[in-house]
Structures are given as structure tokens and as C-alpha cells.
T-cell receptor, first 111, second 113 residues
Framework: SQQGEEDPQALSIQEGENATMNCSYKTSINNLQWYRQNSGRGLVHLILIRSNEREKHSGRLRVTLDTSKKSSSLLITASRAADTASYFCATDAPNAGKSTFGDGTTLTVKP | DTAVSQTPKYLVTQMGNDKSIKCEQNLGHDTMYWYKQDSKKFLKIMFSYNNKELIINETVPNRFSPKSPDKAHLNLHINSLELGDSAVYFC????????????FGAGSRLTVL
């Protein structure tokens, strides 16, 4: 089964609103990453947070990590129509040699 | 300038045929991967190669055979295609295996009729 589960599966908001999506995982990790996938395209890396970090910012993105709860959240502030995409978390477990992806959240931002 | 390029972008073929997807990266990365994304967007790793050596084979049927002629290329050959092989196949690369940022190709959509 997938390492990560994301919720909600789908999220629809108005432009300008904030979007929050969550990721839960099962095993210990070294890092957690978030990726974006626009329709019909490959995944694009957004942000990486290490297991000893609790929060990280990049532009309008804010990622938190709670290793005690094995969960992470991605907040997109002041959303734009161009943020419409699927968002995936990916975990890097120790010695796994791979990133394991969550199920993804499909975000629709209405203009 | 494309960092990870894969061809073809679309592939439509009949059951039982054999097909190949090619991937090349110009980033100087040591590790390359194949991921499969199904119709529900679940993304699952199939293989990874580090400097031409197979590192990960995630219980993929042996109809799937990856080949890495050098560290910049990782091709995927699929024999005796089945309906369930229909998916989007993504090639990716990273500096080293595991904890590193992946750079993905645009994907190759395979449809088996």
C-alpha cells in the first residue's frame, strides 16, 4: 500500500483563499517532500522538509511536519487559478533508496 | 534544454505487443527511476538505477525490463503487453538514490487495446 495518505482527495476554493492539504505516513522518515502535477504533465518539486524541521516556507507555500503524529501539511496562501493541480507528498525513509508517494490531493482554484 | 526527456509521449498498441519507452537526463544525476501512475493517479516506483546498476525492482512482472546503457539513459521495454499495463509511465532522476529531489519527465501515456 502507499506510504502516504492525503486528505482531502479533492479541494475546490475561490481565488484568493488559502488551501490546506494534509499528508499522513506510516514509517519513520529522513525527509518529506511536496510535488505538484499539472494536468497531463510530470511532477514538479515544490519543497523538502527534513525530519528535524518543523516548518518551512517558500513563497506562498508553508509546509509543516509533525513526526510524532507522522503527518505534514501544505498551505498555499492567496491561491491563484494557476495553482490548480494535483499535489503529492513523498516520503524518504532511511535506507529505502526511493521516494514513496501519497495518493494526492486535487486542488481546483476558481477564478 | 529539457532536463529529463522521455519518448514517446503517447503510445497506443494492441495486447500482446512489445514496446519500449526511452528516457534521457542531461542533469548529470547518478540515479534514474521509472514510476507508474495509474488512472487514479497513484504513483508507484517500478525501478531505480544508480550509475547503470539496478538498485530497486519493486516486484514488477518480468515482462518489464529496464536497461541503462549509461547513467544518463534508462529505457523501459515491455513484452507481451496486457490491458492492465495501460498507465502513464514517468521517468525521473536524482543526484543519488533515496533522500533527494526528483526531477520528472513529462510522462509517456501507454494505452493497451
Amino acid at each position: 500500500s502507499q506510504q502516504g495518505e492525503e486528505d482531502p482527495q479533492a479541494l475546490s476554493i475561490q481565488e484568493g483563499e488559502n488551501a490546506t492539504m494534509n499528508c499522513s505516513y506510516k514509517t519513520s522518515i529522513n525527509n518529506l517532500q511536496w510535488y505538484r502535477q499539472n494536468s497531463g504533465r510530470g511532477l514538479v518539486h515544490l519543497i523538502l522538509i527534513r525530519s528535524n524541521e518543523r516548518e518551512k516556507h517558500s513563497g506562498r507555500l508553508r509546509v509543516t511536519l509533525d513526526t510524532s503524529k507522522k503527518s505534514s501539511s501544505l498551505l498555499i496562501t492567496a491561491s491563484r487559478a494557476a495553482d490548480t493541480a494535483s499535489y503529492f507528498c513523498a516520503t524518504d525513509a532511511p535506507n529505502a533508496g526511493k521516494s514513496t508517494f501519497g495518493d494526492g490531493t486535487t486542488l481546483t482554484v476558481k477564478p | 534544454d529539457t532536463a529529463v526527456s522521455q519518448t514517446p509521449k503517447y503510445l497506443v498498441t494492441q495486447m500482446g505487443n512489445d514496446k519500449s519507452i526511452k528516457c534521457e537526463q542531461n542533469l548529470g544525476h547518478d540515479t534514474m527511476y521509472w514510476y507508474k501512475q495509474d488512472s487514479k493517479k497513484f504513483l508507484k516506483i517500478m525501478f531505480s538505477y544508480n550509475n547503470k546498476e539496478l538498485i530497486i525492482n519493486e516486484t514488477v512482472p518480468n515482462r518489464f525490463s529496464p536497461k541503462s546503457p549509461d547513467k544518463a539513459h534508462l529505457n523501459l521495454h515491455i513484452n507481451s503487453l496486457e490491458l492492465g499495463d495501460s498507465a502513464v509511465y514517468f521517468c525521473a532522476s536524482s543526484h543519488r538514490s533515496g533522500a533527494n529531489v526528483l526531477t520528472f519527465g513529462a510522462g509517456s501515456r501507454l494505452t493497451v487495446l
